[in-house]
């Protein structure tokens, strides 16, 4: 049974109305401004707890210039009251401040589950007046899965669209969702859908076939949403599964999405210096993964590369392991060899020749190969052509073998490195990822040391200023 906690506040709707007001007012003018972002953003305030996680949402809408780039050329004070940036940024400064949330969460929960964004759970920990289990929504899913969830009770504060309908309507628990007046709303939205998608099936013809029993539907008012926030919740709905989760388990991840970006350029004590993007995340010296916009001089922290983590993990995984991963080197060298080899031989007609051995991939992938941008080819009947071109086709089983191994520790890697190494630097256990892919603690640790250093960071500048 779901059970709603609307938070009633004056101010909040008066804020919220007169945003939608300036919404209108300006998708209305002669040269109407189409303001994509702004409905992202609404979306992430009504998701995000955290002062910090506010003050970096007005900082991303101070830097976004769609308004004022518009195409009608309107001034901001020709919008006069009506400027849409400066309701949003009235509504944000207004939850950061009210806490609205957390108020009602602290005084109602009394037990059960609280489902929260990974970074917010050491917060609300601290926040809840009452010691109450906190898990993610991930977590969350793999206790169910797994058989091993107790709780009778389920508390969650925010409401994304049809997915998280969908997945909270069926829990067979009592849930218990914290919501604004907005989202309010976008659940009865749901709650419409779904009873519409019901009553279609009940006024089938087939249905009535079977049971030759009428069924009239019940006349539904239909409810009006924020049409701003009902835009993105579509947009989300239309994202995949994994992209989805990913935007539930880091509620402004979505940010990522948007024209304008923020960068800083991180300089370090031993002198080294990282640029960042301002939503990435690092490691702090209590190992709590943080995003890089709060990070402040004389912090110390642990800086990787999302693009090069996997890759450089395993590579010092082939040099301490060399029983497992050893081969991956060696047999990456002999297909390179062979392409180099055939080049020589070949010559301009070498492309032709691989097509008739099953090449599969166009003549840019392959000088991408002469490169050396891959470990191993794209596909297996690629590096079957190169082999069988050279009189090596012997070696083929072998080195498939080997890229197999390569390209799913790579995915594995890709996937929940960055909690897995968390668990590392706090409970110096290894995870279910590099457990199975048979990494041992003395191969993560020499990584950590090598490629992740805790380091004192001295100055941080934002590249728009430099």
């Known amino acids: 049974m779901i059970h709603i ?78 400027n849409p940036k400066l309701a949003l940024k009235d509504l944000i400064e207004y939850l950061a401040n009210a806490e609205l949330k957390i108020q009602v969460m602290s005084q109602n929960i009394k037990n059960g589950t609280l489902v929260a964004d990974r970074e917010d759970i050491d917060f609300l920990k601290d926040k809840m007046v009452r010691h109450v289990n906190i898990l ?57 859908r779904y009873r519409t998608e019901l009553e279609n099936e009940l006024t089938s013809k087939d249905r009535y076939a079977i049971c030759e029993i009428k069924y009239d539907p019940v006349k539904i008012i239909e ?34 999405d948007l024209d304008e970006k923020i960068q800083y350029k991180i300089h370090f004590s031993n002198g080294k210096k990282e640029i960042i993007d301002s939503n990435e995340t690092v490691f702090n010296s209590q190992n709590m993964l943080v995003k890089a916009h709060r990070i402040k001089t004389n912090d110390k922290i642990r800086i990787y590369l999302k693009e090069e983590i996997a890759e450089n993990l395993l590579q010092i995984a082939v040099n301490e392991e060399p029983e497992i991963y050893g081969k991956i080197d060696k047999h990456s060298a002999i297909w390179k060899n062979a392409l180099t080899m055939l080049r020589r031989q070949y010559g301009d007609n070498l492309y032709e020749r691989l097509k008739q051995k099953g090449l599969r991939v166009l003549p840019t992938t392959v000088e991408g190969y002469f490169r050396g941008n891959r470990k191993f080819p794209m596909y297996n009947s690629d590096l079957r052509a190169i082999l069988e071109l050279n009189n090596q086709i012997e070696c083929f089983g072998e080195i498939n073998k080997t890229k197999r191994l390569y390209n799913s520790t790579m995915i594995a890697l890709g996937r929940g490195i960055k909690q897995e190494i968390k668990q590392f630097l706090q409970k110096n256990t290894l995870g279910e990822i590099l457990q199975k892919k048979k990494f041992t603690k003395e191969t993560l640790q020499k990584f950590i040391e090598k490629d992740m250093p805790l380091l004192e960071v001295t100055k941080i500048n934002k590249l728009s200023d430099e």
């Not at 998708?27 to 707890?49: D, H, M, T």
């Not at 970096?56 to 769609?66: S, V």
Request: proline share 2%.
């Open 5 to 82: 906690h609307e938070i009633k506040d004056d101010r909040l709707d008066k804020l919220f109305q007169n945003f939608e007001t300036s919404m209108d007012y300006v998708s209305n003018l002669e040269y109407p401004i189409k303001l994509n972002n702004y409905g992202y953003f609404l979306r992430i305030a009504l998701n995000i707890l955290q002062k910090d996680n506010f003050d970096y949402l007005l900082n991303r809408l101070h830097c976004d210039k769609e308004l004022e780039r518009n195409e009608g050329g309107y001034s901001m004070e020709d919008l006069d009251n009506k």
């Open 136 to 192: 993610t929504s991930q977590e969350l899913k793999k206790q169910l899965r797994d058989n091993v969830f107790k709780d009778k009770s389920i508390v969650f504060y925010s409401f994304n669209g049809t997915k998280d309908f969908d997945f909270y309507y069926h829990l067979p628990f009592n849930v218990h969702l914290i919501l604004y007046p907005s989202e309010v709303s976008l659940y009865y939205k749901q709650i419409q």
């Open 223 to 256: 409810v009006k949403v924020n049409p701003t926030l009902e835009e993105i919740i579509q947009n989300l709905d239309e994202r995949s599964n994994r992209e989805y989760e990913n935007y539930k388990e880091e509620s402004d991840s979505i940010l990522d």
